[in-house]
Protein backbone atom coordinates (compact mmCIF):
# COMPACT_ATOMS: atom_id res chain seq x y z
CA UNK A 1 0.00 0.00 0.00
CA UNK A 2 1.05 3.21 -0.81
CA UNK A 3 1.46 6.02 1.81
CA UNK A 4 0.88 9.74 0.72
CA UNK A 5 2.38 12.25 2.74
CA UNK A 6 0.10 13.95 4.81
CA UNK A 7 1.55 16.90 3.96
CA UNK A 8 0.72 16.76 0.16
CA UNK A 9 -2.80 15.22 1.37
CA UNK A 10 -3.31 19.07 3.73
CA UNK A 11 -1.88 21.29 0.85
CA UNK A 12 -4.33 19.21 -2.29
CA UNK A 13 -7.08 19.50 0.16
CA UNK A 14 -6.56 23.25 0.43
CA UNK A 15 -5.29 23.79 -2.73
CA UNK A 16 -8.97 22.21 -4.10
CA UNK A 17 -10.69 23.95 -1.74
CA UNK A 18 -9.24 27.41 -2.41
CA UNK A 19 -9.68 27.01 -6.18
CA UNK A 20 -13.69 26.03 -5.46
CA UNK A 21 -13.77 28.90 -3.32
CA UNK A 22 -12.85 31.27 -5.52
CA UNK A 23 -14.18 29.64 -9.01
CA UNK A 24 -17.85 29.94 -7.13
CA UNK A 25 -17.13 33.29 -5.86
CA UNK A 26 -15.28 34.71 -9.10
CA UNK A 27 -18.42 33.03 -11.61
CA UNK A 28 -21.01 35.54 -9.39
CA UNK A 29 -18.91 38.62 -9.95
CA UNK A 30 -18.02 37.28 -13.15
CA UNK A 31 -21.52 37.13 -14.39
CA UNK A 32 -22.35 40.53 -12.77
CA UNK A 33 -22.04 43.12 -15.53
CA UNK A 34 -22.13 46.32 -13.73
CA UNK A 35 -19.36 47.96 -12.60
CA UNK A 36 -16.74 46.56 -15.06
CA UNK A 37 -14.61 49.33 -16.56
CA UNK A 38 -12.09 49.05 -19.63
CA UNK A 39 -8.15 48.83 -19.49
CA UNK A 40 -8.36 52.40 -20.62
CA UNK A 41 -10.10 54.13 -17.58
CA UNK A 42 -6.46 53.16 -15.98
CA UNK A 43 -6.27 49.89 -13.61
CA UNK A 44 -7.17 51.39 -10.06
CA UNK A 45 -3.98 51.27 -7.04
CA UNK A 46 -2.01 47.79 -7.66
CA UNK A 47 1.16 46.72 -7.08
CA UNK A 48 1.95 44.49 -9.76
CA UNK A 49 5.64 43.87 -11.20
CA UNK A 50 7.71 41.81 -12.96
CA UNK A 51 8.53 39.98 -9.87
CA UNK A 52 5.03 39.09 -9.19
CA UNK A 53 4.74 37.56 -12.53
CA UNK A 54 8.23 35.93 -12.19
CA UNK A 55 7.20 34.55 -8.68
CA UNK A 56 4.12 33.09 -9.97
CA UNK A 57 4.71 31.07 -12.97
CA UNK A 58 8.25 29.76 -11.32
CA UNK A 59 7.33 29.10 -7.58
CA UNK A 60 3.72 28.48 -8.00
CA UNK A 61 2.69 25.30 -6.96
CA UNK A 62 0.78 22.70 -8.50
CA UNK A 63 -1.84 20.40 -7.00
CA UNK A 64 0.83 17.93 -6.33
CA UNK A 65 2.71 20.64 -4.37
CA UNK A 66 5.91 20.97 -6.86
CA UNK A 67 6.57 23.98 -7.94
CA UNK A 68 5.90 24.54 -11.70
CA UNK A 69 9.38 26.84 -12.69
CA UNK A 70 7.62 27.57 -16.00
CA UNK A 71 10.25 29.58 -17.95
CA UNK A 72 9.19 28.93 -21.18
CA UNK A 73 5.65 30.08 -20.85
CA UNK A 74 7.49 34.17 -19.76
CA UNK A 75 10.36 33.97 -21.88
CA UNK A 76 9.85 32.93 -25.16
CA UNK A 77 6.39 32.40 -25.46
CA UNK A 78 4.20 35.52 -23.47
CA UNK A 79 6.03 38.58 -24.18
CA UNK A 80 5.76 38.10 -27.89
CA UNK A 81 2.16 37.23 -27.45
CA UNK A 82 2.07 40.90 -25.38
CA UNK A 83 3.73 43.02 -27.66
CA UNK A 84 2.21 41.07 -30.90
CA UNK A 85 -1.47 42.52 -29.60
CA UNK A 86 -3.16 39.32 -29.26
CA UNK A 87 -4.80 40.79 -26.14
CA UNK A 88 -8.36 42.76 -25.92
CA UNK A 89 -10.85 43.27 -24.03
CA UNK A 90 -9.61 43.62 -21.50
CA UNK A 91 -11.85 44.64 -18.20
CA UNK A 92 -11.67 44.97 -14.88
CA UNK A 93 -13.76 45.30 -11.57
CA UNK A 94 -12.38 45.82 -7.90
CA UNK A 95 -13.94 44.42 -4.90
CA UNK A 96 -12.71 45.19 -1.42
CA UNK A 97 -8.86 44.39 -1.98
CA UNK A 98 -9.30 41.79 -5.24
CA UNK A 99 -8.83 43.46 -9.05
CA UNK A 100 -11.04 41.06 -11.10
CA UNK A 101 -9.60 41.31 -14.60
CA UNK A 102 -11.27 39.35 -17.98
CA UNK A 103 -9.90 39.69 -21.14
CA UNK A 104 -9.61 37.78 -24.55
CA UNK A 105 -6.72 36.79 -26.23
CA UNK A 106 -6.50 35.68 -29.73
CA UNK A 107 -4.74 32.52 -30.64
CA UNK A 108 -0.88 32.19 -32.16
CA UNK A 109 -2.06 30.15 -34.81
CA UNK A 110 -5.49 30.01 -35.35
CA UNK A 111 -6.17 33.82 -35.12
CA UNK A 112 -9.71 33.54 -35.27
CA UNK A 113 -9.94 31.60 -32.22
CA UNK A 114 -10.19 33.65 -28.82
CA UNK A 115 -9.50 32.20 -25.17
CA UNK A 116 -11.44 33.75 -22.43
CA UNK A 117 -8.89 34.43 -19.20
CA UNK A 118 -10.53 35.19 -16.04
CA UNK A 119 -7.72 36.62 -12.75
CA UNK A 120 -8.09 37.32 -9.37
CA UNK A 121 -4.64 39.79 -8.09
CA UNK A 122 -5.03 41.17 -4.48
CA UNK A 123 -3.94 44.87 -3.85
CA UNK A 124 -0.18 43.09 -2.55
CA UNK A 125 0.18 41.83 -6.45
CA UNK A 126 -0.25 38.07 -5.60
CA UNK A 127 -2.04 36.10 -8.12
CA UNK A 128 -5.01 34.46 -5.96
CA UNK A 129 -7.17 32.59 -9.05
CA UNK A 130 -6.15 32.35 -12.84
CA UNK A 131 -7.78 30.66 -16.02
CA UNK A 132 -7.74 30.67 -19.51
CA UNK A 133 -10.05 29.26 -22.20
CA UNK A 134 -6.50 27.23 -23.55
CA UNK A 135 -6.26 23.57 -23.28
CA UNK A 136 -3.13 24.36 -21.30
CA UNK A 137 -4.84 27.08 -19.35
CA UNK A 138 -7.45 25.09 -17.13
CA UNK A 139 -7.42 26.75 -13.40
CA UNK A 140 -7.25 27.42 -10.62
CA UNK A 141 -3.74 28.72 -11.30
CA UNK A 142 -3.28 28.26 -14.96
CA UNK A 143 0.51 29.05 -16.11
CA UNK A 144 -0.14 29.27 -19.77
CA UNK A 145 1.25 31.42 -22.93
CA UNK A 146 -2.20 33.27 -22.72
CA UNK A 147 -1.93 34.18 -19.21
CA UNK A 148 1.54 34.97 -19.24
CA UNK A 149 0.80 37.61 -21.69
CA UNK A 150 -2.18 38.79 -20.01
CA UNK A 151 -0.03 39.32 -16.49
CA UNK A 152 2.96 41.62 -18.68
CA UNK A 153 -0.14 43.67 -19.58
CA UNK A 154 -1.21 44.11 -16.28
CA UNK A 155 2.64 44.79 -15.10
CA UNK A 156 2.87 47.66 -18.08
CA UNK A 157 -0.28 49.44 -17.07
CA UNK A 158 0.73 49.39 -13.37
CA UNK A 159 4.48 50.67 -13.90
CA UNK A 160 3.18 53.02 -16.78
CA UNK A 161 0.24 54.80 -14.24
CA UNK A 162 3.13 55.21 -12.21
CA UNK A 163 5.38 57.19 -14.23
Known amino acids: MVQIPTVLLVVTFIT ?3 AECM ?4 EDLWSDTVGWK ?11 NITHIVDYFVNCKAIDG ?4 DFKSLNKKAYP ?5 HLHSLSYKKYDSV ?15 EYMMRACIDDEGEILYANCGCPAGTGPLCSCKH ?10 SCRLKLT
Open 38 to 48: SINDSLPSLNF
Open 66 to 69: IPNN
Open 99 to 113: LFVKCKCKAEMKKAQ
Open 16 to 18: AWH
Open 147 to 156: FGALCYLIEE
Open 81 to 85: LFKAG
Open 23 to 26: STFC
